[in-house]
């Protein structure tokens, strides 16, 4: 009599074309790239892709008079194809038990794993935007207002602003009567799980947007490249009884059109200085700050920017080590001196 087995339950072929007929759509930021497919099947792993500088507006010229011509210039940029890839292992015992449905999980898991390190590369993509609106503070319809003007054109195409849920809601509790509820946004909605507007920019609220910084886009600002369907494949561990499952997915991500992009940074800079005992600079040492880490220059000193608050400076040199707390006032630049004992 024939037995049903593990291996006939999972299907790699079948979990493949189900995450890459779906991960699009799990892509949460994929409305505002271009999903490009062309690199499929074709060698190579660094591509160079194209940036072209917009010519500015037609002038009148009159009768008889001859046209002036404007160089269209481009540049380049180089990016590397990645792989994104993570991996389950499920026993025996979870499948065959009944509870849920572990295999129907793993593909949703993975899918979703795959996806949000393709939204978190775009976020990266976005922090390098050259528009930016620095204004040192907290968030306003002002500030907004403002990083709006950064962009060249003047058509109504929608715009969605990425902000850190607590950015958001100082934004909203800020602009006050002039919040847009998304229920008034209507089929206008380009992100799912759109929270509102400001002066009709959508904003939308994610982890992945770093505290202090929001980056207002237009569709089409960005371009993912799929370079091959999901591939997944599984493993069996005939000791342990169970089976490892794994998904991968090689792509590349880039700011395609800069002038679809705007920064608005509000953070403030706080300038920190390491030096010895008696003053002398210290230059290399590792200043951890908030999450963040850097190296002193050449004159001891290392700059960030962060939101308002109380941190902690921790500077590493060999084996020297000083703490200092920082206190840091949204707006005011603050500038402080960690000295080793």
């Known amino acids: 009599m024939p037995e049903t087995k593990l291996t006939n339950m999972i299907d790699p072929e079948v979990m493949a074309s189900m995450i890459s007929a779906t991960l699009p759509n799990k892509i949460k930021f994929a409305p505002l790239a271009t999903v490009d497919t062309t690199l499929v099947g074709r060698p190579g792993s660094t591509l160079t892709v194209p940036k072209f500088a917009y010519i500015g507006a037609a002038e009148n010229v009159a009768e008889g008079v001859s046209i002036g011509i404007t160089t269209l210039t481009t540049a380049s940029t180089d990016f ?19 509870l849920g ?18 939204d978190n590369d775009l ?37 969605v602003m990425l902000m850190h849920p607590l950015d958001a809601s100082v934004l909203r509790k800020a602009v006050a009567g002039a919040w847009q509820r998304y229920t008034d946004l209507g089929d206008s909605i380009v992100v799912n799980g759109t929270y509102g507007a400001v002066l009709d920019a959508q904003v939308v609220r994610s982890r992945r947007v770093t505290r202090g910084l929001a980056h207002i886009v237009k569709p089409g600002a960005l371009t993912i490249f799929m370079k091959r369907d999901v591939a997944v494949e599984d493993d069996r561990d005939i000791l342990a009884k169970s089976t490892v499952i794994s998904a991968d997915e090689h792509y590349g991500t880039y700011l395609y059109d800069e002038s679809k992009a705007v920064n608005l940074d509000v953070r403030t800079t706080v ?58 006032v949204d707006g005011t630049a603050k500038a402080q001196t960690i000295a080793f004992a």
């Open 101 to 118: 449905n572990p295999i129907g999980e793993a593909t949703d898991q993975l899918r979703m794993s795959i996806a949000d390190k393709i």
């Open 80 to 98: 590397t194809i990645k792989k994104a890839a993570k991996a389950v292992e499920i026993t025996d015992e979870a499948v065959l038990s009944g």
């Open 123 to 159: 976020v990266d993509c976005l922090e390098g935007a050259s528009l930016v609106y620095n204004d040192p503070g907290t968030f306003d319809i002002d500030t907004v207002a403002n990083g709006l003007d950064l962009f060249t054109d003047e058509d109504d195409e929608t715009k």
């Open 271 to 328: 300038t920190l200085t390491v030096t010895t005992a008696a003053a002398a600079a210290v230059a290399g040492a590792t200043v951890t700050f908030g999450g963040m880490t850097g190296l002193t220059n050449a004159s001891g000193i290392v700059v960030f920017k962060i939101i308002g608050g109380t941190y902690n400076a921790v500077a590493t040199k060999g084996v020297d080590t000083k703490t200092a707390s920082v206190v840091v």
